[in-house]
């Protein structure tokens, strides 16, 4: 425990030092290099826009954070990112060890406590554990049937003042599309600005990083 415990520890300070490192726009369309090594959620591209795509995820199943009230996106995936990591290493009701999945997600929701926005981190379950999830206090299983997914790539390490710029961009490319409407439509269910980033590299990846921000839908 005293070896797993230093190794985070190595990780947050590696997460911490590398937040000002420069991010650089890619294409949409690159498959993760993390999804060679590690399970990664399955889906469908319906569509490949300019600079976006419109993907479909098929059943799945997270362990995500209660609601974390924060006014910086590094900060908050970093204290839910620590409970997570202790999830995986045993810290669960049967103490039974998972295997690292990738993209490790970040919900960002406007809230109405004192910090105006709130974050759910959440770790893609491997289908091994899906039939019995280990339960953990302060965290909650999310089953995801069907869902649709706007979806723009950026890279780099992700910074604070990467994610209003990056969540703008989509909605541009979405407005842009012949998308906009079904989008729009399809979030009338959801709170208004709520997206997700999805990081898929170890903070010890400096070449080939891929994040995404998502837009989530219903299609009507």
Known sequence: MAT??????????????????????????????????????????????????????????????????????????RSGFLQLFKYIQGKNKYSEKIEMTAPVL????????PFCVSFVVSFYVPKVNQADPPPAKGLHVQKWSTKYA???????????SDIGVEAAALHESLVASSWADIVDKGQATSPPSTYIVAQYNS??????????????????
Not at 107 to 112: A, E, G, K, W, Y
Not at 150 to 160: I, L, S, W
Not at 207 to 214: F, L, P
Request: glycine share 6%.
């Open 106 to 113: 970040t919900q960002v929701s406007p809230s109405d406590g």
């Open 4 to 77: 797993n415990l230093f190794n985070l520890s190595v990780v947050l300070s590696l997460i911490s030092s590398l937040t000002n490192w420069p991010n650089t726009n890619q294409n949409i369309g690159i498959s993760p290099p993390t999804c060679s090594r590690i399970e990664c959620p399955g889906y469908d591209v319906i569509h490949a826009g300019n600079g976006f795509e419109i993907r479909r995820y098929n059943s799945s199943m997270w362990i995500s954070t209660s609601p974390i009230d924060d006014i910086s996106f590094v900060d908050a995936t």
């Open 150 to 160: 706007a979806v723009r790539q950026f890279t780099g390490f992700v910074k604070d």
């Open 203 to 220: 903070p010890f990846e400096f070449e080939n990083r891929v994040n995404e921000i998502w837009m989530m839908f219903d299609m009507k």
